[in-house]
C-alpha cells in the first residue's frame, strides 16, 4: 500500500492511502479538539458540536446532507474522544468528490439555527442521561474522575449537565469558529485513488479555509497515583463489577509498546493470565475487559471484570493481587513473549483488510504522533526484549500505582484487600550472589554489587569516610576544595576533556561532600559500566589538581558566600547554626569560612588528599542490572592503589554553643524568618533516629503536617512552613521554621513553642502516625527507582560502619516505632529552657 501526504498553504494536511482492489474510498476528517483539551467553560461542546453541524451547512440545509449521502449509497458518521473529533463518510469512488464535498461543509460551512440548538441540546442532554443508566460505561466514567488528578481525561467526553444546560448558540459558534480551522485538522483519504486526481478537488474545497492562532497543548505525563486504594463507586445495578485500574502511557513515549504487550499477556484475550485464572480454572466471572484511556497524555487502563452471579468479590480481587505479583517477579516466558508478539502483529496485519480501518489507524496515529508510525509498529513489537518488559512491568504494574474500584450491590472486605494492598513485599535478606555481594579488596576498598532488574541504567557510588566533620577550626573547608577539584584534572584528561567526554558517552558525572561523607558518583547506561569505572579511578587515584582550577574554585566559593548574603531564607539558617553550634563550628557549612578558605594553599589540599582519600577509607556501590563477576574483574582492574601508610581520622563535632539563645537580626525586611531549634539524638541511636525523622515530618513536613495547619491554614500567618531534623554519628538537632510578615512574627513564635508544648504534654495520634508511616513508604519506593540513589545510599551506609543489614531493616525500624516513642521524645527535646531562637528581619 502507498502512503503518501501533502500541506496545502494553509496547513491543512492531506494523508493518502492507495488500494485500488475494491472501488471505494474511505474519508475521515479530524479536527484536534476533544474533551480533553476544552476550556472549563466549554465542556462537552467538542461532542455537542459534532452534532450540531449535520443539522444545517451553506449547501445541505435542514439536515440534508445525511440524505445526500444515502442516495450516493454510501455511509456517514462521527465521533469525539479526549484529543480529537472525527467526521467520517465511506462511499463509491465515483463519488469520491462528493464526500470531500460533504466534509468541506461540515468543517467550514455549518449555520444551525437557534432552533436546531436547542433540539440538538435536548438530544445530547438525553445522551447523557442514558450514557449515565449505562453501568459499565458510567462506571468507566467516574473511575477517570477520582483516578486522575491534574490530566484532563478525568472530564467527560460528552460533557456535563450543568456545562450543557448552560450552552447557548452563540458559545458553540465562537467554539467551532475557533476550532474548526485547517492548521486543527487534517484529512485522511484511503481506497481507490487513482494517481493525483485527489489534489485537485481538495483543493478546491479546503484551498481558502483560513487558519487561525491557537493555543499550544500542553502534554500531562506520569499523574499516576504513588499509593494503592480501594474505593466503592456506589450504583443501583442488579450485577456487581469490579476494576482494576494500571497506568498506561502516551503513544510518544518510548515504553508505550512495551506497556502495550505487557497489559495484553495480563488481562486482554482469552489467552491472558487474568483470563485463564479467572475464568477458565476458577470459573468466577463472566469476563475480562480493558478500556483505554490515554492518547497524548499517559492515562489509565482500566481493567473491568464481570463477576458471575454469586462470586466472592473478595476472592476475585485477592486472586487478581496474586497473580500481579507474580508478573511483577516473574514477568513472562519466551513463549508467551513471542505469541503475544505474533498476535499483535497479526492484528496489525488485518487492519489493511478494509479501508475504513486502515484511514481510522493512520488518523489516530497522526492525532497522537505522526501516521508513519503505524507503519513502524511491528518492527517496534519484534524488538521487544525480555528486559524491556521486565523494566516496564516493574515500574507500572507495581502495587502503589493500582487503584481497584467496586460497584453494585455487593461490597469488598475492605480491610482483608487493604491489608495485602499496603503490604510490603518482603526483602530477601539472604546475601546472594544472584541479589547481592559484597568483598574487600586486597588494598581494603570495600565493594557492594546490588541487582536491580529490569532497569536501563547503572548507578555508581564511590564513598569516602571523610567530611566536615574532620576539619578543625583552622582548616574548616578544605575538604569541599578537595572533592571539588578531583573534577578539575588527571593524569589522562585534563578538565575539558573529562567533560567532553562525559557528554559523549552519556556519563553523569557529580562530587558531593555530605555531612559524614563525600561521594563520587556516576550513572551511565549498561554498556559504559567498563567506561565509567575506569573514568572514576582516573578522578579519584590519579588527580593533578591544576593550580588554575584551584585559584578559580576558591574564589568561586568566597564568591557564593558574599552572595549568600542576598538570600535571607539560607542566610537566616546560617545565623540559626551559628547560635546553636557556634560561629566556628564544623557543622554549620561544608565549605567552610571565607577568611579561612583564602589562607588554604594548594599544597594543604594536596596533603588532605594523601590522608583521606585512601582505599581503606573508600566504599564502592553499584547498583543496577549487570553482570557481578564482570563488574568485580573491573574493580579489581581499575583500582589499583599504591601502597600507603593509612591512619584513620576521628571525625569529630566542634560545638560551642552561644550563651544567648534568643537572637534577632535586622535586615531590614518587612518579613520575618523564624527558626527555633534545638539538640536532638543522634545518628547511632537507631530507632530515636528513626522515630525523630517520623515525628519531624508529622510536625512539618508536607502540606497536612501540624504547623503547616495550625499557621497555614488556620491563621494565615505564613506561606512557608517547615521542619526537619538533621544528625550525624555524635549530635543531631531539629529546627522549626516560617516566613511571616514582621508584624506577626511574635504570635507566630508563640504558635510553634505552643505547638512544640502541646505534642511534649500530648503527643502524637495514632493516625498521625500511621498516615506518616505510609508517606514515607511512598517516598522510600519513589527513591528505590533511582539506582544511583540506591547506589549512594549502599555507599554511605557501609561507610559509616552500618552495612547492608542495616538497609534491609529500615521498613522493620518504622513499623516499630510508636506514639510512646514520639512521645518520649518531644519530652526529652522540646523543652522550652533548651530552645534556641533566631529571627531575622
Known sequence: ???????????FKVITARDNSNPLVCLQLYIRIGSAWEENNEAGYSHLTEHLVFKSTKEFPQNAIMNKVTNLGGTLNAY????????????????????????????????FSNTDFESEKKVVIEELKQFKNEPEDSFIEEIAADYFTKNPYKKPIIGNLNSLKKADPESLRKFYKKYYVPNNSFLVASGDIVG??????????FGSWKPSQLKEQIRISNNFPTSP????????????????VIPDLAETDPDAYVLSLATKAFAIGKNSRLYSRLFTKEKLIDGVRVHSLSGINDGASVIIILPKQNADLTKISKIFLEELKLFLTNGISDNELEDNKKELVYFYRYTFEYIESIASSLGSEEILSS??????????????????????ISRYFSKEHLYIYCTGREHLHEKEINKILVEKEIPNNKITEQTFFETRLDSGMRILLRKVT????IGISLSYEVSQLNETTDNLGINYLTSALLLYGNEKRNYQQFVNYCTSNGINFGISPQSETTLVSAKCFKEMLPASLELLSDVVLRPTFPMEHFKNIKQTTKSSMDRAKDYPQHNSALLFKELIFGKKSNLNNRSGSKSIIHKITLKQVKEWY??????????????????FDDALRLCESNFIFEKNNFSHSIQNTIVNSSKIKQKITKRGMDQAIIMIGGFACSAN??????AFHLLSQIIGGESDSILFTELREKRGLAYSVDFSYSSVRTTGFWVASAVVDKSNKDEAVRVIRDVLQNIKKNGITQKELETTKNFIRGQRLMEQESVLNLAQTLSILESLGLGYSYYLKRDERLDNVDVKMLHDLASEYFKEENQFIHVMV
Open 1 to 11: 500500500m502507498k502512503v503518501t501526504s501533502n500541506k496545502l498553504n494553509n496547513k
Open 610 to 627: 594523601a590522608k583521606h582519600y585512601q582505599p581503606e577509607n573508600l566504599s564502592l556501590a553499584i547498583a543496577g542490572d549487570f553482570n
Open 371 to 392: 501516521y508513519q508510525k503505524f507503519f513502524e509498529y511491528p518492527e517496534m513489537i519484534r524488538n521487544i526484549s525480555d528486559n524491556d518488559l521486565k523494566r516496564v
Open 229 to 244: 486504594t480501594l474505593k466503592y463507586i456506589k450504583k443501583d445495578i442488579s450485577s456487581n463489577m469490579l476494576a482494576f
Open 196 to 205: 493525483n486526481e485527489l489534489d485537485d478537488v481538495i483543493e478546491r474545497y
Open 80 to 111: 469525539t474522544e479526549f484529543d480529537s473529533t472525527c467526521f467520517y463518510v465511506t462511499l463509491p469512488s465515483k463519488f469520491t468528490e462528493e464526500g470531500i464535498e460533504i466534509l468541506s461543509e461540515l468543517a467550514r460551512e455549518a449555520n
Open 685 to 690: 541511636e537507631n530507632m530515636k533516629n528513626t
Open 454 to 457: 529490569g532497569k536501563p541504567t
